[in-house]
T-cell receptor, first 114, second 111 residues
Framework: NAGVMQNPRHLVRRRGQEARLRCSPM?????VYWYRQLPEEGLKFMVY????????ESGMPKERFSAEFPKEGPSILRIQQVVRGDSAAYFC????????????FGPGTRLTVT | GENVEQHPSTLSVQEGDSAVIKCTYS??????FPWYKQELGKGPQLIID?????GEKKDQRIAVTLNKTAKHFSLHITETQPEDSAVYFC??????????FGAGTTVTVRA
């Protein structure tokens, strides 16, 4: 059973460009979470999604950031008009339908904004 | 919102000794407390968790204790090995899904 998959693993963008991060949950998992980790810090919750629904986006910046988890395909975290402060590691986690407590993390996407 | 504090920020132990990491939380409604291990360049790996209806849980060399009255919980690693070297994060959740993480503890096991 493959774990949570994220791609790309590393992404370099110039200021003003768009960054698109992808996450495929573990097989059988229908809950997806996105977290951001700044250097030397713990992970910060961004958004919680189920298929075609955003359940909680209280940790998402109000502008430039959006997330989706379509009926088919991976979950996408989109950052428009990136700025240097967006440089961080972005982790996706998933949990099974019948219990949302245990969250299993992917390897992360390390975004660098130049 | 929930605030989780973690101590110490770095911990160096001799191989074979024990390591203890402590966390406190602020939201008395928190009822789920997982611990994650993160190796360099990788995602966090769930190593053990505890729910508020138990006070202690053990899995081989790893144990977690929870004191709900004092709002703190601890990770204990016994007989440490070099492969235990990593960053460890505690977390707390009051609503089944939103994990609030501590800042992490870098553990170094000296051979």
């Amino acid at each position: 059973n493959a774990g949570v998959m994220q791609n790309p693993r590393h992404l370099v963008r110039r200021r003003g460009q768009e960054a698109r991060l992808r996450c495929s949950p573990m097989k059988g998992h229908s809950h997806v979470y996105w977290y951001r980790q700044l250097p030397e810090e713990g992970l910060k919750f961004m958004v919680y999604l189920q298929k075609e629904n955003i359940i909680d986006e209280s940790g998402m910046p109000k502008e430039r950031f959006s997330a989706e988890f379509p009926k088919e395909g991976p979950s996408i975290l989109r950052i428009q008009q990136v700025v240097r402060g967006d440089s961080a590691a972005y982790f996706c986690a998933s949990s099974p339908r019948d219990g949302v407590y245990e969250q299993y993390f992917g390897p992360g996407t390390r975004l660098t904004v130049t | 919102g929930e605030n989780v504090e973690q101590h110490p920020s770095t911990l160096s132990v001799q191989e074979g000794d024990s390591a203890v990491i402590k966390c406190t939380y602020s939201d008395s409604a928190s009822n789920y407390f997982p611990w994650y291990k993160q190796e360099l360049g990788k995602g966090p790996q769930l190593i053990i968790d505890i729910r508020s209806n138990v006070g202690e849980k053990k899995d081989q060399r790893i144990a977690v204790t929870l004191n709900k009255t004092a709002k703190h919980f601890s990770l204990h690693i016994t007989e440490t090995q070099p492969e235990d070297s990593a960053v460890y994060f505690c977390a707390a959740s009051a609503n089944d899904y939103k994990l609030s993480f501590g800042a992490g503890t870098t553990v170094t096991v000296r051979a």
